[in-house]
C-alpha cells in the first residue's frame, strides 16, 4: 500500500511541476491590475481602454492596438465577463500574452500571462517530499450549520472575504489538530495553512485540498499533498492568508515546500 501511495505521490508530484511551468501556468503571471486603479482606462503596457462597469468591462481598442478577441483582430468596442476556463483560452491576447479578466468582489481586473516570463524561464522545479506515510493521516469533517464568512488579508496586501464551510479535526505529531477549511464546488475541501516551517524552509503558507469527506465526514488529510499557493510562483497573485488558529505549532517535514 505505501508503494501505491508512494508512486501515487510521484505522479502527482510531476503533474503539479507540468502544470506550474506550463506555457499559461503561475509562472506565466506577470501582472494583475485593478481597473479601478487606472480612472483613463489605460492599464501598463497593454493597448486599448478598459472601462469597468458593474456587470463587466468594456474593451475599446483599434487594430494598430494589435489584440484580439476570440482569436481574431480586435476593433471596436466589446463587453467582457470574467472569464472562466484557463488562462491559456481567455478571451483576449496581445500576441503570444493572455489577457484574464477577473472580478473579485465586484472589483474588476486584468491580468498578464506571458509564456516568456522572466519566472518561467528561471524555473528549476518545485522542492518537495519525498513521501513520507506518517504524514497521511485520518481526519474528520465537521459542517457549520451555516458558511461563515471573514476577512482575511491576502498575498497582495489586501482584505478580502473568505467563506469557511466547517473545521477539520485530524491526529497530527501526537495531538489532536484543527483546520478551518472552505468546501469547494465538487465537495472537496481546502485548507490554508502555515506551520513551524513556514517561511523558513518553506514558503510562509500552503494550501491543502483533501477529497470531499464522505457521509460521516471521514476524510483523509494528506500533508504529502500540500502545496505551494500561487504567489509562490508569481507576485501578482491574491492567495487568501492562514484563517485565525490555522497556524499549526508542528514543522510540517512533507509537501511542497519552496521553489528549488
Known sequence: MTTDASDAWKQWHEERVE???APYGPLALTATHWIEDYPDGRLPDIPGKWVAEPDGVVLTAAVADGLTVAGRPFEGETRLAADSGPEAAARVALG???????????????R???PASAARRAFRGIEAGPYDPRWSVPGRFTPY???RTIRLGNADGRERGFDLAGELVFPLAGRERTLKVAQRADGGLWAVFADATSGDTSFRFRFLFPAAPDAE???TVDFNRAQLPPCAFADHFICPLPAPGNTLDVAVEAGERRLS
Open 217 to 219: 465526514g471521514r476524510v
Open 112 to 114: 498578464v500571462y506571458d
Open 19 to 21: 502544470s506550474v511551468s
Open 145 to 147: 450549520d451555516s458558511t
Open 96 to 110: 503570444e500574452k493572455r489577457l484574464v479578466v477577473l472580478v473579485r468582489e465586484g472589483v474588476w481586473g486584468v
